[in-house]
T-cell receptor, first 115, second 112 residues
Framework: DTGVSQNPRHKITKRGQNVTFRCDPI?????LYWYRQTLGQGPEFLTY????????KSRLLSDRFSAERPKGSFSTLEIQRTEQGDSAMYLC?????????????FGPGTRLTVT | KQEVTQIPAALSVPEGENLVLNCSFT??????LQWFRQDPGKGLTSLLL?????REQTSGRLNASLDKSSGRSTLYIAASQPGDSATYLC???????????FGSGTRLSIRP
């Protein structure tokens, strides 16, 4: 078990470009969460999947953001037409909902800088 | 609105001191509470998780307590070391499947 992995770790893009991040959860974890963290703040929830179904989306997830989890394995988060305000650390977490404490395990994050 | 508040925002103490970080939450019907550590530019490391039915959890020099009725938790760090310097985040969840709601963190600096 190698933990939650995220790629890329850093992304610099120009305003208006599209970016896509990937998250690979701990194997067999059926729940996957995306959070966003800006400087000096705690992470804020964006969206959550149980298997391949997206069950909850935050109002922070504007129509420029889309997340997918095909086949209930890895997930991607895409931001279209990036804005400077999208600059943040994007964190992914996974958990197991069977016979567990439902603890969420976090990946190292993808730091996005929009210039 | 469900909110988590951490005070102080920053704390600097000399090495060897015992210290307490505070966390409060507005809605006491939590499912569990976690304390995380975050090093600059890095992801989150879970330190302790307290279920709603528990009063405290201990791991090494760390002890976290939970008082649901008052909406408070504390993280006690014994015999602090420079390697403990990091941001400590308190977070709550309200069901087994729900999102985690985080505080803004306490940035801790341990002076050698």
């Amino acid at each position: 078990d190698t933990g939650v992995s995220q790629n890329p770790r850093h992304k610099i893009t120009k305003r208006g470009q599209n970016v896509t991040f990937r998250c690979d959860p701990i194997s067999e974890h059926n729940r996957l969460y995306w959070y966003r963290q800006t400087l000096g703040q705690g992470p804020e929830f964006l969206t959550y999947f149980q298997n391949e179904a997206q069950l909850e989306k935050s109002r922070l997830l504007s129509d420029r953001f889309s997340a997918e989890r095909p086949k209930g394995s890895f997930s991607t988060l895409e931001i279209q037409r990036t804005e400077q305000g999208d600059s943040a650390m994007y964190l992914c977490a996974s958990s197991l909902d069977v016979g567990s404490t439902y603890e969420q395990y976090f990946g190292p994050g993808t730091r996005l800088t929009v210039t | 609105k469900q909110e988590v508040t951490q005070i102080p925002a920053a704390l600097s103490v000399p090495e060897g001191e015992n210290l307490v970080l505070n966390c409060s939450f507005t809605d006491s019907a939590i499912y569990n509470l976690q304390w995380f550590r975050q090093d600059p530019g890095k992801g989150l490391t879970s330190l302790l998780l307290i279920q709603s039915s528990q009063r405290e959890q201990t791991s090494g020099r760390l002890n976290a307590s939970l008082d649901k009725s008052s909406g408070r938790s504390t993280l006690y760090i014994a015999a602090s070391q420079p390697g403990d310097s990091a941001t400590y985040l308190c977070a709550v969840s309200y069901s087994s499947a729900s999102k985690i709601i985080f505080g803004s963190g306490t940035r801790l600096s341990i002076r050698p």
